[in-house]
């Protein structure tokens, strides 16, 4: 399976293995495979693979994980740059589109 | 709203339960196909709440799903022969995924509807089954402690719930996995398609009217037979970047999505240079490179916000410098352009 890959050493994700109790949460809902368990504790193992959804953090019971999480949409962050807010991504077609 | 997916009612704790098909009819197909080309703008939604597949009981799974009819629908269909509950939670008729990035497919609403419609009293069980996708959205732990209802992630696609569920609710690596194949990427193009809207229209008519001008007046033929050549080239710089870069998007060399598309959208120019398109002169040819490479350029970038891959922070970073080339290419170009109407170069 080819995996795409954007840009790299851009993302924000940092996981604090002091916290982490290897309770494979973020493996779990991680879509894009960044995270393996090694000794016990999570580990981004595949770091530019992150599209900084922000699914990990969100479901670490321990707060291990810290992600600046956002969609990565060019017309989303126009939207916030010509409306002076952060990216927005309401472009108003309903479901498809976000 | 369409409800033709309601086959009865279940008489339940907490009284009648809708009742719905797991298969499509001819309306939901197209209904589909209208949703996907953004055909009339519906809205396409279904009623929020609790709705029953086969003939659940007190001990039936409960699956979770936001109200865009897609994701309701698919859900639906993958759980033939299959006898559950359904949680309909309110994301706005907005798709999971979306939802649960801008936060309608949340813990709140989670939380939320499952005080509503009492869950605790429909089953004896305290497990909920959400998509993977809601994790952006929801705190399994924070919905744990507010409800004591305890979130299973299931599958990425609907399509694999049976084989989770038979695994014992297990998903295997792959079912875990957001994928972009060829297939998805054509899906989500005609979002951007759609991009330009009455841009489309209103652009090639002033192009249409600006070919009138040649060095020296003006004339309504030369507005048509170089009207129509620019307006063709305007078209294929505009579909390199948003038809041709998604759906060759792993065969084209860069990362950046503007690179991708000021490579497709060159190469659009060098077909119509050979097909005697942009023009005679070297400087109107030039400015046809620069349009064209600008314009596809711009249309690949947008095309980050459908692909599931894409970072914020490299979206951000992307545009950074790739937006400022993308102006100067386009408004060089046309005003190259303009000036070849009106000067002999
Ligand atoms: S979810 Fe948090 S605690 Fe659990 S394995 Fe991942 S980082 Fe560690
Ligand atoms: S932010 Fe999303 S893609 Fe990145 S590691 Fe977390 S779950 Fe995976």
């Known amino acids: 399976m080819s995996r795409f890959t954007y840009l790299t050493d851009v993302v924000t994700l940092k996981l604090d293995p002091e916290k982490c109790t290897g309770c494979r949460m973020c493996l779990i809902v991680c879509p894009h495979a960044v995270f393996e368990i090694e000794e016990k504790k999570a580990v981004i193992r595949y770091l530019d693979y992150c599209m900084e959804c922000g699914a990990c953090a969100k479901n670490c019971q321990e707060g291990a994980i810290t992600v600046k999480s956002g969609v990565g949409c060019a017309a989303g962050i126009l939207n916030g740059l010509i409306r002076g807010t952060e990216p927005s991504c309401d472009c108003g077609s309903g479901g498809n589109c976000c | 709203m369409n409800a033709g997916f309601i086959t009865g009612h279940l008489q339940t704790d907490v009284g009648p339960v809708p009742q719905i098909s797991t298969v499509w009819s001819f309306q939901d197909r197209l209904n589909t196909m209208k949703v996907r080309w953004s055909i009339g703008r519906m809205s396409y939604r279904v009623l929020p709440g609790i709705y029953a ?43 999971v995924w979306c939802a649960a ?32 996708l809601g994790a952006t959205g929801v705190s399994a732990h924070e919905v744990k402690h507010m409800t004591g ?36 990427r054509l899906k989500v193009i005609p979002v951007d398609v759609f991009y330009g809207k009455y841009y489309m229209l209103l652009v090639p008519a002033i192009f249409f009217i600006l070919s009138g001008f040649y060095p020296g007046g003006y004339s309504v033929d030369s507005a048509f037979t170089v009207g129509w050549k620019s307006t063709l080239n305007l078209y294929s710089g505009y579909f390199a970047g948003c038809v041709i870069t998604p759906a060759l998007l792993p065969w084209i060399p860069f990362r950046r999505f503007s690179l991708k598309g000021i490579v497709t959208g060159w190469l659009a120019a060098f077909l119509l240079l050979w097909l005697n398109t942009l023009g005679g002169s070297i400087a109107e040819t030039t400015s046809w490179f620069l349009m064209m490479g600008g314009l596809s350029s711009f249309m690949a970038m947008n095309f980050t916000g459908s692909s599931t891959f894409t970072s914020l922070s490299g979206v951000q970073k992307e545009m950074k410098t790739a937006l400022p080339i993308q102006i100067a290419m386009v408004s060089v170009g ?5 000036i070849t109407r009106f000067l002999a170069l």
């Open chain 2, 53 to 95: 597949v086969g003939n659940p009981d007190k001990s039936s799974r409960v699956f979770v799903t936001g109200n865009y009819k897609l994701s309701f629908d698919h859900l639906r269909r993958a759980l033939i022969g299959i006898d559950g509950w359904l949680l309909v939670i309110d994301t706005k008729g907005i798709n």
């Open chain 2, 334 to 338: 046309l005003a190259g352009w303009i």
């Open chain 2, 149 to 184: 209802f305890a979130v299973i992630y299931g599958p990425v696609k609907a399509v694999d719930i049976k084989h989770f569920l038979e695994a014992g609710l297990k998903a295997s690596d792959q079912m875990r996995l957001v994928t972009f194949p060829l297939a998805e």
């Open chain 2, 101 to 132: 990035g801008k936060g309608t497919f949340g813990t709140k609403e989670v939380v939320r509807r499952i005080r509503i419609h009492h869950l605790e009293k429909l089953v004896d069980h305290r497990k909920i089954i959400l998509p993977q």
